[in-house]
């Protein structure tokens, strides 16, 4: 199992990012896919999750109604469309298979002005 996330950065408060997982080494197609997030000195928080075929999605009242997961499964990549970004948000995220523990080596994103 390979995961590789980009797409972070810095951004200013109310800003958006938008987070890419290109993924190799199972069948991606049939593996629900969530993303993560850590913040320094604090646990795993879940961000989002997706189903295999990509038209139901789950988020925690946190990211709800501000991120957006989505896939393609023609090219192994899941997303994670970032909105109204908030310094809270602040962490590294990563991408998993939901069904597993393991992590990409993910992604910075820092919001600050």
């Known amino acids: 199992v390979q995961l590789v996330e980009s797409g972070g950065g810095l951004v200013q408060p109310g800003g958006s990012l938008r987070l890419s997982c290109a993924a190799s080494g199972f069948n991606f197609s049939a593996e629900a896919m969530s993303w993560v997030r850590q913040a320094p000195g604090k646990g795993i928080e879940w961000v989002s999750s997706?189903?295999?075929?990509?038209?139901?999605?789950g988020y925690p009242p946190s990211s709800k109604d501000r991120f957006t997961i989505s896939r393609d499964n023609t090219r192994n990549v899941v997303y994670l469309q970032m909105n109204k970004l908030r310094p809270e948000d602040s962490a590294v995220y990563f991408c998993?298979?939901?069904?597993?523990?393991?992590r990409g080596p993910g992604t910075q994103v820092t919001v600050s002005l």
């Open positions: 997706i189903n295999p075929g990509g038209d139901r999605a």
């Open positions: 998993k298979k939901t069904s597993s523990v393991e």
